[in-house]
């Protein structure tokens, strides 16, 4: 009786049959198309985004104006983690964390880089993720090259940053600092570096339909993209696995 076969799970037969379709289109081997279809898995993850309703988006676009915590917790959200053939990428648990500390940071050393308050509260009512990349472009880029520093560097500065913050009157900018530099005291962070960087590559790279880490070239797969001051990507970082 066809109830005693074991047949597998919808889900599972609409993706296999979707691998063979992709295998003819391409026409390389099925193995071939199920790793780029897995590749694409992130892809489906940005569709998803997109059926948000309006209400949806502009709760999203109010958080990632939110400096520097908000901000950290929408790419964190946007950019989840992902398995690709050489290991996991846009890995962590601190990677929200180092985000929110990297935006503190330059806060404090830079404030300039800071889009006015009313240009943020305009944006953010827009209910559009571009429009907010674009208005936080320099202070995304600077987040992403502060990762470029000698890591001791980096964690003093970050440091001198927070324990700044905790000694200002502004008491909202004193809260987050008191938050961020318990966890840079308490708990180990340096695992999720590479998480963090590559969750801003892959902001970064967007607007110049570039390659963000995670996306298969030929035999090799995209683990990090180089940047200069200004200007598109200078370079990427692949590996195999």
């Not at 950019?79 to 935006?103: A, E, H, K, N």
């Not at 090259?145 to 200002?168: K, N, Y």
Request: charged share 25%; with cysteine; net charge positive.
């Amino acid at each position: 009786m066809t109830d005693t076969k074991r047949r597998h799970p919808v889900p599972d037969r609409a993706r296999r049959r979707a691998i063979r379709a992709l295998a003819a289109q391409l026409g390389v081997a099925y193995s071939v198309a199920a790793r780029l279809l897995a590749n694409e898995h992130r892809q489906l993850l940005f569709a998803q985004r997109e059926q948000r309703t309006f209400h949806a988006r502009v709760r999203d676009t109010r958080e990632a104006v939110d400096l520097p915590l908000g901000r950290a917790a929408h790419l964190a959200a946007r950019y989840p983690r992902l398995r690709t053939p050489v290991g996991v990428l846009y890995d962590g648990p601190g990677r929200q964390t180092i985000l929110g500390m990297l935006y503190a940071t330059l806060l404090d050393e830079s404030p300039h880089l800071r889009p006015a308050a009313e240009e943020l509260s305009w944006v953010a009512e827009l209910g559009e993720e571009a429009a907010v990349d674009i208005t936080c472009v320099s202070l995304d880029r600077a987040a992403r090259l502060l990762l470029d520093d000698d890591s001791w560097h980096l964690w003093t500065r970050i440091e001198a940053a927070l324990t700044a913050g905790e000694m200002g009157a502004d008491r909202r900018v004193r809260d987050v600092a008191i938050t961020l530099g318990r966890e840079l005291r308490t708990v180990s962070l340096r695992g999720s570096l590479p998480g963090a960087k590559q969750t801003l590559d892959a902001l970064l790279v967007e607007p110049y339909q570039g390659h963000a880490p995670g996306t298969r070239l030929r035999s090799a797969t995209v683990v990090g993209v180089r940047w200069e001051e200004t200007g598109p990507p200078a370079g990427y970082s692949t590996t195999t696995a």
